[in-house]
């Protein structure tokens, strides 16, 4: 059994490694596939079709001397910037457990980090990549 808190997300962006991150969602993949009844009441047909992949998003706590820099830096590359995002399973005691899940794609929006003067929760941001690509 694992659990959700049991794999070590990391992000690369423009060949920039930015460490791990705490949160991960979306990679995964679907297709349209086709449907085509012919005549004479026979069964459906079923065509290939190529995968597509749900955006990715990563998120972290903001950390005032490691994220504010860099997320200033990295907003002037949304829309540009190739990215890579790294999911590695990890066993009950830490270590990795079998082969990374890999995504590819593109920085395609950043959050700001949260803020409320009534709220002592850490501020987290996120960033988003279209992913085009798992392995």
Not at 79 to 85: D, H
């Amino acid at each position: 059994m694992t659990t959700s808190q049991q794999h070590l997300i990391t992000v690369v962006v423009d060949g920039r490694p930015l460490g791990t991150f705490d949160t991960f969602s979306g990679g995964a993949p679907s297709a349209d596939v086709q449907k085509h009844r012919p005549g004479g009441l026979v069964g459906e047909n079923s065509y290939a079709a190529l995968p597509t992949y749900e955006d990715v998003t990563v998120g972290r706590e903001l950390d005032r001397v490691r994220d504010v820099e860099l997320y200033r830096s990295l907003l002037a590359r949304v829309g540009a910037a190739p990215v890579t995002v790294s999911k590695q399973p990890l066993g009950d005691d830490g270590t990795p457990f079998g082969k990374p899940f890999t995504y590819t794609g593109r920085l395609s929006a950043m959050s700001d980090p949260e803020s409320d003067s009534n709220d002592p929760a850490p501020s987290m941001w996120t960033l988003t990549m279209v992913c085009t690509g798992r392995a």
